[in-house]
T-cell receptor, first 115, second 114 residues
Framework: AQKITQTQPGMFVQEKEAVTLDCTYD???????LFWYKQPSSGEMIFLIY??????QNATEGRYSLNFQKARKSANLVISASQLGDSAMYFC????????????FGTGTRLLVSP | DSGVTQTPKHLITATGQRVTLRCSPR?????VYWYQQSLDQGLQFLIQ???????AKGNILERFSAQQFPDLHSELNLSSLELGDSALYFC?????????????FGPGTRLTVL
């Protein structure tokens, strides 16, 4: 069964510094997608970045990049030049290519950015 | 703004009651998903519809049901409500149903059962 693990319940970072949020996954399906979502205190789920299992290059979206290490089954989110508005919960999620098309989420990491 | 709309934003009701949550997907999206987020269970997939048909079921209770209408909007019906049903309910939509399709989430409906 597919599984997502986020081992950091909370992370602190100073404004303008970079931070890495860890995510490891487990699946036997060779085709899958990995996603990161941000949930601010207001509650909405905001899509940040996507990485496909067959993608050769790491995904990037503005200040967000995904450090995809397929052999280690890890998909860490890197946020560069942190801003106060980055303070939120961050969820890693995976979707397998076969079977159910649901997203399976990790337990999330709460990021606090200090001035 | 993801383009997915959900109504109502907040819902307070009593045990034993029935409520309906509504979702309109992004323009052009055919798939709709429902998720429940609670403190003890985290984010859980409930059910998926694709172009009006049920595609997948997750941890959805028998007291819960959903449907997707011809105009692609979806409703989640929760009946015989219990205190434990209090949660944030999200609707998400995607273009189709492939693993690579990004799911965009609505703002959620926060349900409180008293």
């Amino acid at each position: 069964a597919q599984k997502i693990t986020q081992t950091q319940p909370g992370m602190f970072v100073q404004e303008k510094e970079a931070v890495t949020l860890d995510c490891t996954y487990d699946t036997s399906d060779p085709s899958y997608g990995l996603f990161w979502y941000k949930q601010p205190s207001s509650g909405e789920m905001i899509f940040l970045i996507y990485q496909g299992s067959y993608d050769q290059q790491n995904a990037t979206e503005g200040r967000y990049s995904l450090n995809f290490q397929k052999a280690r089954k890890s998909a860490n989110l890197v946020i560069s030049a942190s801003q106060l508005g980055d303070s939120a919960m961050y969820f890693c999620a995976m979707r397998e290519g076969r079977g159910f098309q649901k997203l399976v989420f990790g337990t999330g990491t709460r990021l606090l950015v200090s001035p | 703004d993801s383009g997915v709309t959900q109504t109502p934003k907040h819902l307070i009701t009593a045990t034993g009651q029935r409520v309906t949550l509504r979702c309109s997907p992004r323009s052009g999206d055919l798939s709709v998903y429902w998720y429940q987020q609670s403190l003890d269970q985290g984010l859980q997939f409930l059910i998926q519809y694709y172009n009006g048909e049920e595609r997948a079921k997750g941890n959805i209770l028998e007291r819960f049901s959903a449907q997707q209408f011809p105009d692609l909007h979806s409703e989640l019906n929760l009946s015989s409500l219990e205190l434990g049903d209090s949660a944030l309910y999200f609707c998400a939509s995607s273009v189709a149903a492939a693993a690579t399709d990004t799911q965009y989430f609505g703002p959620g409906t926060r349900l409180t059962v008293l």
